[in-house]
């Protein structure tokens, strides 16, 4: 029988073959691969889409949160608070700028920054940084309410949160990275939108951000060969724009298959070993970019999958406080509790728009099948 894997690039390209290759065939005809039009219509899509004033598309998801964190000023002595249970990119381009990360405990229910934690560690931080953890939008009403008291902008890291809803406190429903400050986004090959290799983005409604964040993209110039500020190289590649912008229109209807598939791998696990599920609180749904379950058996579990053909994975086995990179900060284990037992029990289990019934119905016998032998 054929693998199963965890994330499938190649169905997805076979699907959207025509729209991407006509689009990618445009810029390369046109010459103008570097910012032009093709990007400039990409950032007005996208921004339609997130509900924002501003996208300003850039190098990777990592170059989006490095961008905003400098035009919001951080710097050498500043502190960021950022949850540990993340990719590492979350935390590195605080120490780029010469600033640290403080890291802030999980609510383990559903893997994301604690707003009661975060109001225990928040005295001298310069910014918070939630992140939108496995397709789920942050607590980001009462995470934005401990900052403001504390009169801090709030980031978000919205990397695996494309399309996501919250609701407002006014009862407004906004998609992630419509928060201000600002939202950062990464279009990995593997994200809920993806390009063909790296590329991000910036959203905000602040128009003197997006200025600053437009400027540092491109080697702190508005114009050809005046440089305002010492920027960066961390521009988006125009093929990139073209590929993003064909999928973009799919990207709602990709969701609700994935949402789809997780009710359905909720419905069939559930009393199936010591299998634990994350919560779904309703007024900030998830898009699913990751299924994750939790039990003690993760390791098993993980080899007997991955022994039968289906590629599960982990995210993230080592939070980023136990990582080597961050040692110099002198964490140890039990620091934060929480956190060090989501990364010890999850597991992530294929999910993808292409993911057919019959293939989730294998992982789902796969699964059962180490319960019923080993568990
Ligand atoms: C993918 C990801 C990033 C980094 O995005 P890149 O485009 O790979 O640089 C940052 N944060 C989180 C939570 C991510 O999942």
Redesign the pocket.
């Known amino acids: 029988m054929s693998k199963i894997p965890l994330v499938d690039v190649k169905a997805n390209y076979a699907r959207h073959r025509e729209a991407i290759d006509a689009a990618m065939r445009d810029v390369i005809e046109n010459g103008q691969f570097i910012q032009g039009p093709a990007l400039a219509a990409f950032e007005e899509r996208f921004a339609a889409f997130c509900g924002v004033r501003h996208a300003i598309g850039v ?7 490095h961008l905003v964190l400098h035009a919001l000023g951080v710097g050498p002595g500043d502190e960021v608070a950022v949850p540990a249970h ?5 935390a590195e381009p605080i120490s780029w700028l010469g600033a640290r990360p403080r890291f802030v405990e999980i609510d383990p229910a559903t893997g994301a920054m604690d707003p009661a934690a975060l109001r225990t560690v928040i005295d001298g931080v310069k910014v918070v940084m939630p ?3 496995h397709g789920r939008a942050a607590d980001l009403p009462a995470i934005a309410a401990v900052a403001a008291e504390a009169g801090v902008p709030m980031v978000e ?4 949160s494309h399309g996501a809803q919250l609701v407002r406190p006014d009862g407004t429903v906004v998609r992630t990275g419509a928060y201000e400050a600002a939202g ?5 090959p ?2 809920n939108l993806g390009a063909f290799g ?3 983005a910036v959203t905000t409604n602040d128009p003197d951000l997006a200025a600053q964040v437009r400027m540092l993209r491109d080697h702190g110039r508005t114009t050809k060969y005046e440089h305002l500020i010492v920027g960066y190289a961390h521009r988006m590649d125009t093929l990139q724009a073209a590929v993003l912008s064909a999928k973009l229109p799919s990207v709602d209807a990709d969701n609700r298959r994935r949402v789809a598939l997780a009710g359905a791998y909720s419905a069939a696990l559930r009393g199936v070993g010591d299998l634990r599920f994350l919560a779904d609180p309703p007024d900030r749904p998830s898009v699913y ?1 990751h299924y994750v379950v939790r039990t003690r058996h993760r390791e098993a579990l993980l080899k007997h999958l991955n022994a039968n053909g289906v590629g599960a994975g982990v ?1 993230y086995p080592i939070p980023l406080h136990l990582q080597p990179a961050y040692g110099f900060l002198g964490h140890r284990r039990g620091d934060l509790p929480q956190t060090e037992a989501f990364a010890d029990e999850c597991l992530s289990l294929p999910i993808y728009p292409e993911l057919t019934d019959a293939q989730l119905d294998r992982v789902v016998a796969e699964v059962k099948a180490y319960f019923e032998t080993a568990g």
């Open positions: 190098g990777s998801g990592t170059a989006a949160l993340t990719f590492v990119a979350t992140v939108d953890i890291d919205a990397a695996q950062c986004f990464s279009f990995y593997g994200k790296d590329a991000g970019h995210h």
